[in-house]
Nanobody, 116 residues
Framework: VQLQASGGGLVHPGGSLRLSCAASGTIFSILTMGWYRQAPGMQRDLVAAIGSGGSTNYADSVKGRFTISRDNAKNTVYLQMNSLNPEDTAIYYC???????????WGQGTQVTVSS
């Protein structure tokens, strides 16, 4: 699976960004898709995931602020991020998986910086 994340940037606290991840190389609609993030010196953690049927789950730290969605016609998964704060600063990666677990492909990630 090839993954191309985009949409990151510099935003002020309280601002919003929408990340996109285009996938290719497999049948997108059957995939579970997830967004991970990694801050400097920290491990890479799951932020949000969406199943092939549209079910979603979120890390506690982003519940109520982030929304994951998918467009199977465009082979793309999105992460709408609202009420951003400096603790959300990280490189954001998308990842694909199946019912058997996550694949090892990560793509290049997109940098999100929240700063005044």
């Amino acid at each position: 699976v090839q993954l191309q994340a985009s949409g990151g940037g510099l935003v002020h606290p309280g601002g919003s960004l929408r990340l996109s991840c285009a996938a290719s190389g497999t049948i997108f609609s059957i995939l579970t898709m997830g967004w991970y993030r990694q801050a400097p010196g920290m491990q890479r953690d799951l932020v949000a995931a969406i199943g092939s049927g549209g079910s979603t789950n979120y890390a506690d730290s982003v519940k109520g602020r982030f929304t994951i969605s998918r467009d199977n016609a465009k082979n793309t998964v999105y992460l709408q991020m609202n009420s951003l704060n400096p603790e959300d600063t990280a490189i954001y990666y998308c990842r694909a998986g199946s019912s058997r677990g996550w694949y090892n492909d990560w793509g290049q990630g997109t940098q999100v910086t929240v700063s005044s």
